[in-house]
């Protein structure tokens, strides 16, 4: 199985930089996801990789290979692209043939791969049709057809699911996801949905102006925050951020961690573990969200907006004072002024 690895990559136009610094590797047989809001650098980073664009600075080596200068078609990859990018007027079964076509694969050998490419996909009935005569779901499958007879060892995603409705978007993340594993596919998958990421990906990398914010597996991404902007990018609703000045002054017993300025210092907590009581940090409820399985109060402390979400029902409504507590051990740290994570020493 064939590794990416990109090292010091930067892409700048006219001076900005879209990409700055960029490292990262993704093992092979891995899904790496690039996380990040829009215009963060992922699709340049993603097309720096393809080969679509060409670096400033830094390298690329794929499988072993530099491939920096190389041009898209020496690199080994597969790409599918967040329109598809289908032909209208070609059939389901010569868009996913186009790409052999063009390399002059053998005829035999497009028909075999063609057939185990849908029936892996469950495209055999349409092979004849015309995207257009296609839902969204079954073009989505066609542009991964193309991506899986090429054979190619890396596959690049750009925003795959996004044209699809919420529920497909369930389902092809799981079709995407079982492929890749089943295939041994290396995969750099560019996203926007941190749930996307976080149910997808072998490891996030976290993208913020460019530069890489974090690189770790989901669980350490939601367990351990490098950066308030990480903390509250992962999870819904995100993870609570507060003065800890806020929460001492609204009745907070919660004791700064030895050795650093309290007055320097932000508490995170996910609404999923505050907890309400009787007595602890007093707030004001501004909303509260029934949603079945559990409820979301919206609450401020002293003005900062705060969540807590609990299990089933919640009796509170607007306007309500409630106490909010939380447990020492479940706090994140940050600095305010870096907004960086500070660990406790
Ligand atoms: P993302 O995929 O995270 O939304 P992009 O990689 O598409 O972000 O864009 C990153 C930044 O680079 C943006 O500020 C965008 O405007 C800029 N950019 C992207 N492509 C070009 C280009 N061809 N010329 C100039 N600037 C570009």
Redesign the pocket.
Same mark, same amino acid.
Request: charged fraction near 25%; charge should be neutral; hydrophobic fraction near 25%.
């Given at each position: 199985m064939v590794s990416v690895e990109l090292s010091g990559v930067s892409?700048t136009?006219?001076g900005?930089a879209?990409?700055d610094d960029v490292s990262f590797s993704v093992g092979g047989g891995k899904l790496v996801a690039?996380l990040?809001?829009?215009?963060?650098?992922?699709? %340049? %980073?993603?097309?720096l990789v393809a080969g679509l !664009?060409e670096a400033s600075a830094g390298s690329i080596v794929i499988g072993g290979r530099d491939v920096t200068t190389a041009p898209p078609s020496k690199r080994g990859i597969a790409m599918v692209f967040q329109n598809y990018a289908l032909f209208p007027h070609l059939s389901v079964g010569e868009n996913i043939l186009f790409g052999l076509q063009v390399r002059k694969v053998s005829r035999a050998e497009q028909d075999e791969r063609l057939k185990k490419a849908a029936d892996i996909l469950g495209l055999d009935g349409l092979l004849e049709r015309k995207p257009s005569q296609l839902s969204g779901g079954q073009q989505q499958r066609v542009a991964l057809g193309r991506a899986i007879v090429a054979r190619a060892p890396v596959c690049l995603m750009? !925003?795959p699911l996004s044209n699809l409705d919420a529920q497909l978007r369930v389902e092809m993340r799981r079709e995407i996801r079982e492929l890749q594993q089943r295939l041994g596919m290396t995969m750099v998958y560019?996203t926007?949905d941190q749930v996307e990421a976080m149910t997808m990906a072998d490891q996030v990398v976290l993208?913020r102006n460019?530069r890489i914010e974090q690189d770790a597996p989901p669980d350490e991404l939601y367990e351990n925050p490098a950066s308030i902007f990480v903390a509250r990018f992962v999870g819904t609703p995100p993870m609570n951020v507060v003065p800890l000045q806020a929460l001492t002054a609204a009745g907070g017993a919660i004791v700064a961690p030895p050795g650093l300025d309290p007055a320097g210092l932000s508490v995170g907590i996910r609404p999923e573990v505050s907890e309400l009581g009787e007595s602890g940090i007093a707030a004001e409820v501004v909303a509260v969200e029934y949603l079945g399985a559990d409820t979301l109060v919206e609450a401020r402390i002293g003005g900062h907006p705060f969540i807590v979400r609990r299990p089933g029902k919640v009796r509170a409504a607007a306007g309500d004072r409630i106490y909010i507590r939380l447990s020492q051990s479940l706090l994140h740290w940050f600095d305010q002024s870096t907004e960086r994570r500070v660990v406790p020493g």
């Open positions: 892409k136009w006219g900005t879209a990409v690039l990040g809001p829009s215009g963060c650098g992922k699709s %340049t %980073t993603l097309r !664009e750009d !925003e560019v926007h993208m460019g």
